[in-house]
């Protein structure tokens, strides 16, 4: 069975330092993984996907992520947080592109002090 | 242009009622889902629907009723609500794998 670990709930950075927010995954197939960014009182929206090829994946808004088959990671990154990056961010983990059920972690929540 | 909406967004409504959550999607995607966000945020799956044939049904109760009248469309009917009910409901639509969400639905049940 799959799943989905985000090692801690909130997350709280500077604005203008690095963001990272850890995910890992245990799937029995290789994975397709995503990450999702939800705002207040918002849907999910897509931030990046990896699939096939290249570990490292870049994305909306400046994130990126890095596919690490070794150590069952797929962490976000970004270089320098702004205060519009403060969100619940989920990772989710899905069987390839046949496969209609996406698992998701528990959520980070960003917190970007000014 | 909204690529999956729902209806309504919010919805307050006691404990017994039936109601129903509309979703519609404009992306021309074959698959169509149904998400609880729980007061932790935790997101779980509830269904699924693939050309209008459900694919998934995660133990959810059978008060619970997804119907797909088309591909375009994934509506959920609630019967008997009860105060656990009370969360987000996200629809979501799909191509490969991508799951593109809808904007949720706040139930409260009192």
């Known amino acids: 069975a799959q799943s989905v670990t985000q090692l801690g709930s909130h997350v709280s950075v500077s604005e203008g330092a690095l963001v990272l927010l850890r995910c890992n995954y245990s799937s029995s197939v290789p994975p397709y993984l995503f990450w999702y960014v939800q705002y207040p009182n918002q849907g999910l929206q897509l931030l990046l996907k990896?699939?096939?090829?290249?570990?490292l994946v870049k994305g909306i808004n400046g994130f990126e992520a890095e596919f690490k088959k070794s150590e069952t990671s797929f962490h976000l990154t970004k270089p320098s947080a702004h205060m519009s990056d403060a969100a619940e961010y989920f990772c989710a983990v899905s069987e390839g592109d046949s496969s209609y059920k996406l698992i998701f972690g528990s959520g980070t929540r960003l917190l970007v002090r000014p | 242009d909204t690529a999956v909406s729902q209806t309504p967004k919010y919805l307050v409504t006691q404990m017994g009622n039936d109601k129903s959550i509309k979703c519609e999607q404009n992306?021309?995607?074959?698959?169509m889902y149904w998400y609880k966000q729980d007061s932790k945020k935790f997101l779980k799956i509830m269904f699924s629907y693939n050309n209008k044939e459900l694919i998934i049904n995660e133990t959810v109760p059978n008060r619970f009723s997804p119907k797909s009248p088309d591909k375009a469309h994934l509506n959920l009917h609630i019967n008997s609500l009860e105060l656990g009910d009370s969360a987000v409901y996200f629809c979501a639509s799909s191509l490969k794998g991508e799951q593109y969400f809808g904007p949720g639905t706040r139930l409260t049940v009192t």
């Open positions: 992306l021309g995607h074959d698959t």
């Open positions: 990896y699939t096939t090829g290249a570990t």
